[in-house]
């Protein structure tokens, strides 16, 4: 019998089938993968080595169109900015990824890749290496919640006739919520981060 052209089975076709699954019910186990794909389990660990390794298929997947080439960008602060939306854009894709990556630890090389180039930006803008991680972890929450927050509906509240300074504070913030927010944080973050590096100056 002739071979197929077409691989019956590669790291794509897993990563894409694993993405799927998350999309549909938010996790994913390697005989569901199996099954959806029509091939025996043990025909996966041919190419992946276990869940774990599922799971940073699913990291490189979705970081893939985070903008890395935005921390090449001058000054710093505008690279932290551009990347942090990039970032968000990225998971808002996929924001039922979101508590499977965030609770997994990052082994993806690509992914090392793009944290490894964020923290020599802040070390070359002059922030102490001890503060480097702090504000990488806080930025990751901001862009993290806020990719969430963009999956939840517009109108999150529903205020009461008890409610009425809640229902004033809503009607008057009108629609985009979520951008506001996230645009509110990160300026916030970002004047932070501008603070603790002149105070090293």
Do not use: K
């Amino acid at each position: 019998m002739a071979r197929p052209r077409t691989p019956l089975l590669d790291r794509e076709r897993i990563a894409t089938t694993a993405l799927q699954l998350v999309a549909e019910q938010g996790e994913f186990s390697v005989p569901q993968i199996a099954r959806a794909l029509g091939v025996q389990t043990g025909s996966l660990y041919h190419h992946v080595d276990g869940r774990a390794a599922v799971v940073e298929l699913i990291r490189e997947r979705v970081c893939a169109s985070i903008a890395g080439s935005a921390l090449a960008l001058t000054p710093w602060d505008r690279a932290l900015e551009e990347w942090a939306r990039s970032y968000r854009a990225a998971f808002a894709a996929y924001p039922r990824a979101i508590p499977l990556l965030m609770t997994t630890p990052v082994r993806a090389p690509a992914v090392l890749a793009q944290y490894e180039r964020a923290v020599a930006l802040l070390l070359a803008a002059g922030f102490g290496e001890e503060q480097v991680m702090p504000l990488l972890t806080a930025l990751e929450n901001l862009v993290l919640g806020s990719a969430l927050d963009l999956a939840a509906p517009e109108a999150m509240w529903e205020p009461s006739p008890q409610t009425p300074l809640l229902a004033g504070a809503l009607a008057a913030g009108g629609p985009g919520r979520a951008d506001a927010a996230f645009d509110l944080g990160l300026e916030a973050l970002l004047a932070h981060a501008r603070a603790l590096r002149a105070a090293r100056a």
